[in-house]
T-cell receptor, first 115, second 112 residues
Framework: EAGVTQFPSHSVIEKGQTVTLRCDPI?????LYWYRRVMGKEIKFLLH????????ESGMPNNRFLAERTGGTYSTLKVQPAELEDSGVYFC?????????????FGPGTRLTVL | GNSVTQMEGPVTLSEEAFLTINCTYT??????LFWYVQYPGEGLQLLLK?????DKGSNKGFEATYRKETTSFHLEKGSVQVSDSAVYFC???????????FGRGTSLIVHP
């Protein structure tokens, strides 16, 4: 079974540009999460999808960030326009709703550098 | 609110040395506690967990005991290997929540 995949693995962009990150969850996982780790800091929750619906987006830092999950499969996280403080590693995780213990499975992350 | 504090790294050890990575937490109620590990180039993996006081989580030779009186969940391993080199994250989640609160991560480097 394939794990959570994220694309790209690295992205370097100029301030003011737009970047779109993609996450493919484990097949059949209804729950999809986005997190961000700024260098040396904690991993912070951004938002949670259940299928295609946003269940909780309380962690989204501002309206320059837009997350979508059309069709309830893969998700994208767009940053427009990017600022220097957006640099960090963006993690995606997915979780099945069924099962006795619902563990989140994390992807390897996308390292975003804004210059 | 909830928070997790873990020791800063990097922690550098020789192979077969004893490892301790300290973790303390602040939370209301009775959270579940976790250690996640991120090996180079890979995603975070759940290493071990404990869901109530005095529980001991263990996996791959690593152990951590849920200490409510000291609000701690220190990670230990008796003899580390080069392959244990990774970043370790302590985390907690409140009852009914699947969204962990993470610490800052501790990088472990093990030399042959």
């Amino acid at each position: 079974e394939a794990g959570v995949t994220q694309f790209p693995s690295h992205s370097v962009i100029e301030k003011g540009q737009t970047v779109t990150l993609r996450c493919d969850p484990i097949s059949g996982h209804d729950n999809l999460y986005w997190y961000r780790r700024v260098m040396g800091k904690e991993i912070k929750f951004l938002l949670h999808f259940v299928k295609e619906s946003k269940q909780d987006e309380s962690g989204m830092p501002n309206n320059r960030f837009l997350a979508e999950r059309t069709g309830g499969t893969y998700s994208t996280l767009k940053v427009q326009p990017a600022e220097l403080e957006d640099s960090g590693v963006y993690f995606c995780a997915s979780r099945s709703t069924s099962g006795s213990y619902n563990e989140q499975f994390f992807g390897p992350g996308t390292r975003l550098t804004v210059l | 609110g909830n928070s997790v504090t873990q020791m800063e790294g990097p922690v550098t050890l020789s192979e077969e040395a004893f490892l301790t990575i300290n973790c303390t937490y602040t939370a209301t109620g009775y959270p579940s506690l976790f250690w996640y590990v991120q090996y180079p180039g890979e995603g975070l993996q759940l290493l071990l967990k404990a869901t109530k006081a005095d529980d001991k989580g263990s996996n791959k030779g690593f152990e951590a005991t849920y200490r409510k009186e000291t609000t701690s969940f220190h990670l230990e391993k008796g003899s580390v290997q080069v392959s244990d080199s990774a970043v370790y994250f302590c985390a907690l989640s409140g009852r009914g929540s699947y969204i962990p609160t993470f610490g800052r991560g501790t990088s472990l480097i093990v030399h042959p």
